[in-house]
């Protein structure tokens, strides 16, 4: 986000954040003073609760996509007050949005599931991938790391496609099944009509969507929770006459990332992080637009 400057300057950033309940409204139950939290991208919608202006989105549960979202930075709330991200010494959130961590999930890896988790984790819930199913990931850095260890915790088969060969020893070892460096014209035939769900996680520019769409079979479904800087171009062909679906997914509602925290402490689905002092916030940017993080830098107060 710092890097495309999708957002005006200056933000208080950090929308992956764990603490602790610091200050607690009158009106809150489900959260108190000391609880360890974890807060997303997400930190208030409108829940359907103004009968003068309904919203069909949270009605269905769907208030990811709530048009009156605060999201965690770079947004306002209703009251007109700003909200800053997880950089700050503080943060406001809705108590629907600060989520009690099971006991089993170190505080370190539940930053990166709060928004990368979600992300990968809801269109495999929402599409309702299930055992047998293969599940194919495109882009195998902070989401694809992530979707091959969620695909596994359902039960489905992760398939992991790359454009290089030297991630293949890790990405077996968290679940991945088979294996296709898509540099490689023998892998892209052998991966040709091989997958039911197509997961892409990569934002780069000017990337091969037919290829991407020649790996999904017909009457599948092709997922991007990734954002190119540049517009998607690719054959009508390669969906119309095949019957292959196109949809895109971002974060999760209340009830996703709830969902997906259970399965996460059930599976044990863990990111590989890189830890360092928040003193060193400026050296851990830098080493995420440099391409030298497995798989996420996570910073500690």
């Known amino acids: 986000i710092l890097a495309h400057f999708w957002i005006p300057f200056p933000p208080v950033v950090g929308h992956e954040i764990v603490g602790e309940v610091t200050l607690a409204g009158s009106d809150v139950k489900t959260l108190k003073v000391g609880d360890r939290v974890a807060v997303g991208a997400q930190v208030w919608a409108c829940l359907n609760k103004n009968p003068e202006k309904p919203c069909n989105d949270c009605a269905d549960g769907e208030d990811a996509v709530c048009d009156h979202a605060v999201y965690t930075y770079a947004s306002t709330y209703p009251d007109g007050s700003p909200a800053y991200g997880g950089y700050a010494d503080y943060v406001r959130v809705d108590n629907n949005y600060a989520f009690k961590l099971p006991e089993n999930i170190p505080s370190d890896v539940a930053a990166p599931l709060m928004c990368t988790g979600a992300t990968v984790f809801t269109p495999l819930k929402q599409e309702g991938v299930k055992a047998g199913d293969r599940v194919g990931v495109v882009g195998i850095g902070g989401l694809g790391h992530l979707a091959i260890q969620f695909i596994r915790a359902l039960g489905a088969i992760p398939i992991a496609f790359s454009r290089s060969a030297n991630k293949e020893q890790e990405i077996r070892a968290l679940g991945a099944e088979e294996f296709y460096n ?120």
Not at 188 to 197: E, L, R
Not at 211 to 226: E, W
Not at 269 to 293: A, F
């Open 182 to 301: 898509l540099s490689d014209e023998a892998d892209q035939k052998k991966a040709a009509n091989s997958v039911d769900y197509l997961v892409l996680t990569a934002g780069a520019n000017n990337m091969p969507y037919n290829l991407y769409l020649s790996l999904v079979r017909k009457r599948g479904t092709f997922i991007m929770v990734g954002l190119p800087n540049d517009d998607v171009k690719f054959s009508p062909f390669f969906i119309v006459p095949r019957a292959v679906r196109v949809r895109g997914s971002c974060i999760g509602s209340i009830q996703d990332i709830k969902d997906m925290l259970e399965l996460a402490s059930k599976e044990n689905v863990r990111p590989i992080i890189q830890k360092l002092p928040m003193s060193k916030v400026n050296e851990g940017l830098d080493m995420v637009r440099e391409g030298r993080v497995r798989y996420r830098v996570v910073f500690e107060n």
